[in-house]
């Protein structure tokens, strides 16, 4: 059974950085696509990075792009999440999720209906 397990949120002030990590188990593909939605109460999850085992192609939002770097540790079977600069407006409860076609579109990564596994969240709190 596929599980994605995510850790590493908290509370950081504005300007702060924190490391997300999803770690993957459960699956016997070569290839997968593991995205990192977010998503704050009354809004719809937004799709805000995506990594691909097959090529390490690497996608972003505009609103993360220059601050937020996605990676991956084969070894681990472990996907991060870097995040810099961080604003207030990054609060959010952040999941990550598998790709069902094993590696991330450049024009859908951001469709949370591309994912058919997600983790359980964890909570980001920017603020002073």
């Known amino acids: 059974q596929v599980q994605l397990v995510e850790s590493g949120g908290g509370l950081v002030q504005p300007g702060g950085s924190l490391r997300l990590s999803c770690t993957a188990s459960?699956?016997?593909?070569?290839?997968?696509?593991i995205g990192w939605f977010r998503q704050t109460p009354g809004r719809e999850r937004e799709g805000i990075s995506c990594?691909?085992?097959?090529?390490?192609?690497?996608y972003y939002t505009d609103s993360v792009k220059g601050r937020f770097t996605i990676s991956r540790d084969i070894t681990k079977n472990t996907v991060y999440l870097q995040m810099n600069n961080l604003k207030p407006e990054d609060t959010a409860v952040y999941y990550c999720?598998?790709?069902?076609?094993?590696?991330?579109?450049?024009?859908?990564?951001?469709?949370?209906?591309?994912?058919?596994?997600w983790g359980q969240g964890t909570q980001v709190t920017v603020s002073s």
């Open positions: 999720a598998l790709d069902k076609y094993l590696y991330c579109s450049s024009y859908a990564f951001q469709q949370p209906n591309r994912y058919n596994y």
């Open positions: 990594i691909s085992k097959k090529d390490d192609a690497t």
């Open positions: 459960g699956w016997t593909y070569d290839y997968y696509g």
